[in-house]
T-cell receptor, first 112, second 114 residues
Framework: SQTIHQWPATLVQPVGSPLSLECTVEGTSNPNLYWYRQAAGRGLQLLFYSVGIGQISSEVPQNLSASRPQDRQFILSSKKLLLSDSGFYLC???????????FGSGTRLTVV | AQSVSQHNHHVILSEAASLELGCNYSYGGTVNLFWYVQYPGQHLQLLLKYFSGDPLVKGIKGFEAEFIKSKFSFNLRKPSVQWSDTAEYFCAVNKGGSQGNLIFGKGTKLSVKP
């Protein structure tokens, strides 16, 4: 069966520090992969999606970047975190995108 | 731009009350519609989905949703809520036949009083 792993679960980072959040999917190949941010009162905002290795599309301009070095690995990064980057980050995968997503357990990022 | 509106930010009900959470979307073409639920401390889970066919969709845990194309709505309903239904509920839409990027509403928190 397919599983999605996301880590770490919580992270506290100082302003200006780098960030790397990792997401991996098992049990499937060539999934569509997504990074969402969930901020209080703002719902879920799509940040990046990827339909294949090395293919990244950004939905909103921001301080973050994403990479997909392997088929089932999706990484969210920042060179210098801002206070406004605090939030709950969710990785998700879908085989075609039409049938709904499966979400990871999320990472709570607090920038101090 | 495509958008999803959930009208209620926070709904408080007593057990056994009926529930209806509103969801409207702005896209005019063929859409796929979803409701997700996030229980406290847990990750997002798919509650139900609509692609085509019968506009009344039944999901897990007694939830159902009705797609009304003329109203661009996909409201979530449950006849009798339980304390365990306390969670945040998200409506989501994607364009039919697209790569599947889901657009989410801002969510509705449901608190059920025992």
């Amino acid at each position: 069966s397919q599983t999605i792993h996301q880590w770490p679960a919580t992270l506290v980072q100082p302003v200006g520090s780098p960030l790397s959040l990792e997401c991996t999917v098992e049990g499937t190949s060539n999934p569509n992969l997504y990074w969402y941010r969930q901020a209080a009162g703002r719902g879920l905002q799509l940040l990046f999606y990827s339909v294949g290795i090395g293919q990244i599309s950004s939905e909103v301009p921001q301080n973050l970047s994403a990479s997909r070095p392997q088929d089932r690995q999706f990484i969210l990064s920042s060179k210098k975190l801002l206070l406004s980057d605090s939030g709950f980050y969710l990785c998700a995968w879908a085989q075609t995108g039409v049938y709904g997503y499966t979400f990871g357990s999320g990472t709570r990022l607090t920038v101090v | 731009a495509q958008s999803v509106s959930q009208h209620n930010h926070h709904v408080i009900l007593s057990e056994a009350a009926s529930l209806e959470l509103g969801c409207n979307y702005s896209y005019g073409g063929t859409v796929n519609l979803f409701w997700y639920v996030q229980y406290p401390g847990q990750h997002l889970q798919l509650l139900l989905k609509y692609f085509s066919g019968d506009p009344l969709v039944k999901g897990i845990k007694g939830f159902e949703a009705e797609f009304i194309k003329s109203k661009f709505s996909f409201n979530l309903r449950k006849p009798s809520v339980q304390w365990s239904d306390t969670a945040e509920y998200f409506c989501a839409v994607n364009k039919g036949g697209s790569q599947g990027n889901l657009i989410f509403g801002k969510g509705t928190k449901l608190s059920v009083k025992p």
